[in-house]
C-alpha cells in the first residue's frame, strides 16, 4: 500500500507527500535477479574498459614524450652531420628524421583511438548502469523530433527530460535518432513489427557488437545539417565541363610541367618554360575555381561523419547475422564502407587547397584541385543513386540497436505477440518502464472489439492518468516493435489517440477548456474518416474528459461523446470524476466500469493503485483540503 505520511497535514509545515511503498504487484525477488545479473555486466565491461583506457593513456603520454624527443634528436642529428659529413649525408639524416617523426605522430594517433575507443566504452556502460537507477547521463531529449499536436507524443512522455526516448536511445547519429523518434511515433503494420521484434532478438545478445557499433557512431558528432548538404550534392546534376574527356586530359599536363622543373634544376632549360606552364595551370584552374569552391561547401566539416559511417558500415558488413531483415540491410551495403571511406579521403585531400603554402608548393604545380575534383566527380556519379540507402540502413540498425540495448538491459522486458483482430489489447502485470521496478506497481487490462468504452472512475491521485500514461508508453513500445514492460502483451495494431494535458495558450488566445474541445475535434475528426482496408482502428484515451466546465455539461457532453464515439471505428478509454456517469452507463453491453479507489485510515489517505471492477464511490478531495487547511464541516 502506499500512505500519504505525516508530512502531508497542515499549512503551518512546508507541504510533503511521502509515499512509503509496500506493494509488491510482481515478484520483485525474480525481477532483483535479472537488476543484479545485468547490473554486474554492465560493472564488469565498465571495469574492464577503464583498466584499458589507463592502459593507453599512459602509452600516450609516453608516445608524447618520445615524439618530442624524436624532433629534439632529428635537430640535433642533422645538425651534427651537417657541420662533420657532406650534403648529401645532411639530406639522409634529415629525411630519415622526417620519416621517424611522421611515424610517431601516426603511432601516437593510433593510440589516441585506442583510448577513446576504450573511453567511450567505458562512459557508454557507465550510462547503462546510471540508466538501470532511472538516471540519464545523455542530454538528448528527442524533443526536436516531436510531431507538433501528436495523437500521444506529449500526453504519454515520449519526448522530454524523463521520457521514453531518453530510456531507449542508443544512437549517436543525428538520422539515427530521428528515425528512432519516427518509430515511436508511428504505429508500424503487422509484419514489420514482427521482422523488427527478430531482429532485436538476435542483436539482443550481442553486446560486445552492439557497443561497439555504437561507439563507432560517436565520432560523428556533426549536426544533421553537413549531412544533408552533401546528400543535396550528391543528385545535383552532373558538371559537364569535368566530364568531357578532352578536358579531363588536362589532368595529364602536370608530368610535363615536373619535367621542365627538373630540365631546369639540372640545368638544360630556363625557368622561364616552368614558370609558363604554371601559369597555364593557373587559367586551367581559374576555370573550375567556382564549382570546387561549391563542392567543398556542401561537403565541408564532415569528414569526421564520413569515417564514422564508413566504420559502421564496415561493422554491419562484416558481422555474419541470421535474420532475414538484418541480412536484407546488410546486402544493401556490402561495398558501401570502401567507397565511403574513398569519399572521406578525397573530401579531406580537396581540402588541402585552403593552405596557402600547400597551394603554391603542390596546389598549383600539381593541378590538385582538377585532380580531386575529377576524383569527386567520378564518385558521385558512381555512387549517387546508393549513398542515401547506406546512410539510411546505419540510422535504422542504430535504432534496431537501441531496441536491443532496452531489452538486454530489462530481462523482464518481454516481445509483444500480435493479433489481425480488428481491436484487441490483453495485458497482463503491466508497468511503466520508466518507474524502477521496486516501486513499479502492475495492472491487468483487456479491451476486445470495436465500438467499446472502459469508463475509469477514481479518487485524486488514486493512478488513473498514471495507468493511462502507462498503457500507452507500452502500447508505443509494442507497435514499433519493441519489448514491453508487462509480463503479458497481446494486441492488434491500431492508432492510438489521447487527450490527457490539454493546456491554455496565451499566444493562441486558447483557454485550457477550449483547448480540450480543438483536441476532441481532432479526434472526433480522425474516427469519422471513411473505413478503408489501409485505415487502422483508433483506441483512444480520455483522461478528466471536459474538466473545465461544470459538473452537468461534463456530464451530459461526456455521455454524448460516448455514443457518437460508439458508432465509429474505434474503442477507448475515459476516466473521469463524474461517479453518475459510470453508474448510468453500468447495463451498456459497451461500457466496462473500472476504478482506482484509496482509503482514509487513521487519518492518512492510502493508495494501492490496483485496478478494479466496478465504479469507485471512495472520494478524498475533503480529506485532501483538510489537510492543507481548508475547513470543511
Not at 329 to 346: G, H, R
Not at 503 to 516: C, K, N, W
Request: glycine fraction near 4%.
Amino acid at each position: 500500500m502506499c500512505k500519504l505520511g505525516p508530512g502531508f497535514k497542515s499549512p503551518e509545515n512546508t507541504f510533503k507527500i511521502f509515499i512509503l511503498s509496500d506493494t509488491k504487484a510482481r515478484d520483485n525477488s525474480y525481477l532483483f535477479s535479472n537488476m543484479l545479473q545485468t547490473k554486474s555486466i554492465f560493472e564488469e565491461r565498465l571495469e574492464k574498459f577503464k583498466t584499458e583506457e589507463n592502459y593507453y593513456q599512459k602509452k600516450y603520454n609516453q608516445w608524447a614524450l618520445l615524439r618530442g624527443l624524436i624532433f629534439i634528436g632529428g635537430v640535433a642529428l642533422c645538425y651534427l652531420v651537417n657541420h662533420y659529413y657532406s650534403f648529401e649525408y645532411t639530406i639522409l639524416s634529415f629525411a630519415a628524421s622526417i620519416a621517424f617523426f611522421f611515424f610517431s605522430i601516426n603511432k601516437h594517433l593510433r593510440i589516441k583511438a585506442l583510448r577513446d575507443k576504450f573511453r567511450n566504452l567505458a562512459e557508454l556502460n557507465k550510462d547503462e548502469l546510471s540508466r538501470l537507477n532511472g538516471i540519464f547521463l545523455r542530454q538528448e531529449t528527442g524533443e526536436e523530433f516531436a510531431v507538433k499536436n501528436h495523437f500521444y507524443a506529449f500526453d504519454i512522455d515520449l519526448f522530454g527530460k524523463h521520457s521514453l526516448f531518453k530510456l531507449v536511445n542508443r544512437t549517436r547519429t543525428y538520422a539515427g535518432a530521428k528515425l528512432l523518434a519516427e518509430w515511436l511515433q508511428n504505429p508500424s503494420d503487422y509484419q514489420e513489427i514482427l521482422s523488427r521484434q527478430n531482429a532485436v532478438s538476435e542483436l539482443k545478445p550481442l553486446v560486445d557488437w552492439r557497443q561497439d557499433f555504437e561507439v563507432s557512431a560517436t565520432l560523428s558528432q556533426e549536426t544533421h545539417e553537413p549531412v544533408d548538404r552533401l546528400l543535396e550534392w550528391v543528385m545535383k546534376p552532373e558538371n559537364e565541363k569535368i566530364h568531357s574527356e578532352k578536358f579531363r586530359l588536362l589532368r595529364y599536363l602536370p608530368i610535363l610541367t615536373l619535367l621542365l622543373l627538373a630540365a631546369w634544376i639540372s640545368g638544360f632549360l630556363k625557368i622561364g618554360f616552368f614558370l609558363v606552364f604554371l601559369a597555364i595551370h593557373g587559367l586551367i584552374l581559374r576555370q573550375i575555381i567556382h564549382a570546387v569552391s561549391q563542392a567543398i561547401e556542401d561537403t565541408n566539416r564532415i569528414s569526421g561523419t564520413l569515417r564514422a559511417y564508413a566504420d559502421l558500415l564496415e561493422q554491419i558488413a562484416d558481422q555474419s547475422f541470421q535474420n532475414e531483415k538484418l541480412k536484407s540491410l546488410q546486402n544493401k551495403i556490402l561495398n558501401a564502407s570502401p567507397e565511403v571511406f574513398k569519399l572521406e579521403d578525397i573530401i579531406r585531400k580537396l581540402g588541402n587547397r585552403t593552405n596557402p603554402f600547400f597551394a603554391l608548393v603542390a596546389g598549383v604545380p600539381l593541378l590538385w584541385d582538377l585532380q580531386y575534383f575529377i576524383k569527386l566527380e567520378d564518385w558521385r556519379k558512381k555512387n549517387r543513386n546508393f549513398l542515401k540507402t547506406w546512410l539510411d540502413v546505419v540510422s535504422e540498425f542504430e535504432a534496431l540497436n537501441s531496441y536491443a540495448g532496452l531489452a538486454f538491459a530489462n530481462a523482464d522486458f518481454i516481445a509483444p505477440s500480435l493479433n489481425d483482430n480488428a481491436l484487441n489489447l490483453n495485458v497482463k502485470k503491466m508497468g511503466h518502464p520508466l518507474i524502477h521496478f521496486e516501486k513499479r506497481i502492475t495492472n491487468d487490462i483487456s479491451l476486445n472489439g470495436i465500438g467499446k468504452t472502459i469508463i475509469i472512475t477514481g479518487s485524486n491521485m488514486s493512478g488513473k492518468s498514471t495507468f493511462l500514461r502507462t498503457l500507452g508508453i507500452n502500447i508505443s513500445l509494442a507497435l514499433s516493435g519493441a519489448v514491453v514492460c508487462a509480463s503479458a502483451f497481446n494486441c492488434s495494431v491500431f492508432q492510438l489517440f489521447t487527450s490527457m494535458r490539454t493546456q491554455d495558450s496565451l499566444e493562441e488566445s486558447t483557454s485550457s477548456f477550449y483547448a480540450e474541445l480543438k483536441r476532441l475535434q481532432q479526434l472526433i475528426g480522425l474516427v469519422s474518416t471513411p473505413k478503408s482496408d489501409e485505415s487502422l482502428p483508433v483506441l483512444y484515451f480520455l483522461d478528466e474528459i471536459l474538466k473545465g466546465t461544470n459538473s452537468k455539461d461534463r456530464h451530459s457532453g461526456a455521455k454524448a461523446l460516448i455514443f457518437q464515439l460508439h458508432q465509429t471505428n474505434s474503442s477507448g478509454f475515459i476516466s473521469t470524476h463524474d461517479v453518475e456517469l459510470g453508474d448510468e452507463l453500468e447495463g451498456s453491453d459497451f461500457i466496462e466500469n473500472l476504478s482506482f479507489s484509496s482509503e482514509v485510515i487513521n487519518n492518512q489517505l492510502i493508495f494501492d493503485y490496483t485496478l478494479r471492477k466496478g465504479v469507485c464511490h471512495s472520494f478524498n478531495a475533503s480529506q485532501l483540503m483538510k489537510q492543507i487547511g481548508i475547513r470543511i464541516a
